[in-house]
């Protein structure tokens, strides 16, 4: 009896995953079905999804297979994470690292505070922005936003908007998410520390490639 919560952690949370088996692919198309057909097996091993949402979660997956040939790559990020995110916890989703380093950023970082969304870090060109506190994103408060990208990270709310500052980060996943229409820039308005609100367009730049993102 002493031992039994770390076991059953050790089940919930370690099972054993077994390596994907496939002959190696020749275009990009083979290689997502792949991934989608080895994603298909989570249900397995994941055992937070409802059985309601295991049935979505398959349905999902088959439509994305049935799309992949044609979806743009963040459509295709965006269309795994909203799926994987059906299992509602917070340790079963698919890698963050994309949303950094494989579409297009702002060159600004944010964090989420008790007071507020703000930038903790940006490009020399928005340099003047440091501190300031985020009221909305081509016209949608931030609040709106982050609610309606909950559906792309499961967890409890603080969580999912702790990864969901990077989709906010690149028009790019927030074109993909339905949000904007332009992948090019985002159009911001701000709050500085004094209060003084104003608009701040940021242009959009090249994917960070493998750099980690900084918050300081």
């Known amino acids: 009896p002493f031992y039994w919560p770390f076991l059953r952690m050790l089940w919930v949370f370690m099972p054993m995953v077994e390596a994907p088996k496939y002959d190696q692919t020749e275009t990009a198309i083979e290689a997502r079905l792949q991934d989608v057909d080895y994603l298909s097996t989570l249900i397995q091993y994941a055992r937070s999804f409802s059985d309601d949402a295991e049935q979505v979660f398959s349905e999902r997956l088959d439509a994305i297979s049935d799309a992949a040939e044609t979806m743009p790559d963040a459509e295709f990020y965006l269309a795994l994470s909203e799926s994987v995110a059906l299992a ?15 579409f297009n ?3 600004a970082r944010f964090y989420n505070f ?3 969304t703000f ?10 922005t440091l501190g300031h506190r985020v009221v909305s994103i081509e016209g949608i408060p931030i609040e709106t936003l982050l609610t309606d990208l909950a559906k792309f990270k499961g967890g409890n709310e603080v969580w999912r908007n702790l990864y969901n500052t990077f989709l906010i980060e690149s028009p790019e996943l927030l074109t993909a998410a339905g949000v904007i229409d332009a992948a090019d820039a985002l159009e911001m308005t701000l709050e500085a520390p004094s209060g003084e609100q104003r608009q701040v367009t940021f242009n959009a730049l090249s994917a960070l490639g493998s750099d980690q993102p900084g918050r300081a």
């Open 119 to 128: 930038i903790v870090r940006a490009a020399t060109e928005h340099a003047e």
């Open 105 to 107: 950023t702002i060159g």
């Open 114 to 116: 008790r007071d507020g």
């Open 88 to 102: 509602d916890n917070g340790h079963t989703s698919v890698s963050g690292r994309p949303r950094y380093t494989a």
